[in-house]
């Protein structure tokens, strides 16, 4: 197993210029206290916005987490979900910025980020990307 697949993530939907995706919480987002460990919501954050980034770009790009700025809200239990909505704020020729806002299964605001990702030559083909 990967830290992609740990974190147990469904995506509910990539549109053009917004996301929203769903993580299940499980021990593994345990931070040893019985509450998600905030870097497990920044991995979560990162994920999402960089496989979105992906549908964006050409088949020989890839885009890669550059700078991630997140404010944690609120302590979550590990029980239930948190479901992430994202915005793309901005679309550059080598890079792409997010804002997401992270809610518990109350729609309480558990945390918020901007996640920037580079966007680079791959070595392997990006099999989301777009032909050139």
């Known amino acids: 197993m990967n830290l992609i697949d740990g974190l147990n993530i469904e995506y509910i939907h990539v ?3 917004e996301l929203e995706a769903k993580m299940n919480l499980t021990q593994f987002h345990d931070q040893t206290f019985g509450y998600l460990h905030g870097g497990a919501t920044i991995a979560f954050g990162e994920t999402i916005t ?4 992906l549908q ?3 088949k020989d790009q890839v885009a890669v987490g550059q700078t ?7 302590a979550k239990k ?9 915005k793309l704020i901005h679309v550059g020729k080598t890079s792409h910025v997010w ?12 945390s918020f980020m901007t996640v920037t990702n580079a966007i680079i030559k791959s070595n392997k083909d990006n099999p989301f990307g777009k032909e050139r």
């Open 68 to 74: 991630i700025t997140a404010n944690h809200m609120k």
């Open 78 to 86: 590990i029980e239930g979900y948190i479901i992430a909505k994202g």
């Open 56 to 58: 964006k770009i050409n």
């Open 50 to 53: 960089g496989y979105a980034s």
């Open 99 to 110: 804002s997401v806002e992270m809610f518990d299964e109350n729609n309480v605001l558990i």
């Open 15 to 17: 549109l053009d210029r």
